[in-house]
């Protein structure tokens, strides 16, 4: 079974920029036609969906956020990263990394932006 895991700080300072890696085991991230995501949930708020790198290393994400927003792959360390730059407090949220768009997500990381 497929396990992911976030890591990253979980306080970041306003217009800095944020960056968290997911940790995969039990599955690889080359894997053909895997897909490999980020979400995140602000409180009291929904899921957001925020980008996906796939298994060849191409990458899409949300309109809404694609000007802050890179992911990149370590494929040695079987490891996906999210930046999200220039960071404001509505970025604030519990961020997760997913398998896919249904497939098992990790714990998920708190962020906080304050100075």
């Known amino acids: 079974q497929v396990q992911l895991q976030e890591s990253g700080p979980g306080l970041v300072n306003p217009s800095q920029t944020l960056s968290l890696t997911c940790t995969v085991s039990g599955g690889s991230i080359t894997t053909s036609f895997s897909a490999w995501s980020w979400i995140r949930q602000p409180p009291g708020k929904g899921l957001e969906w925020m980008g996906v790198?796939?298994?060849?290393?191409?990458?899409y994400y949300s309109p809404s956020l694609k000007s802050r927003t890179s992911i990149s792959r370590d494929t040695s360390k079987n490891q996906f990263s999210l930046q999200l730059t220039s960071v404001t407090p509505a970025d604030a949220a519990v961020y997760y990394c997913?398998?896919?768009?249904?497939?098992?997500r990790g714990q998920g990381t708190q962020v906080i932006v304050s100075a």
């Open positions: 790198i796939r298994y060849d290393g191409s990458t």
């Open positions: 997913q398998q896919g768009a249904t497939g098992s």
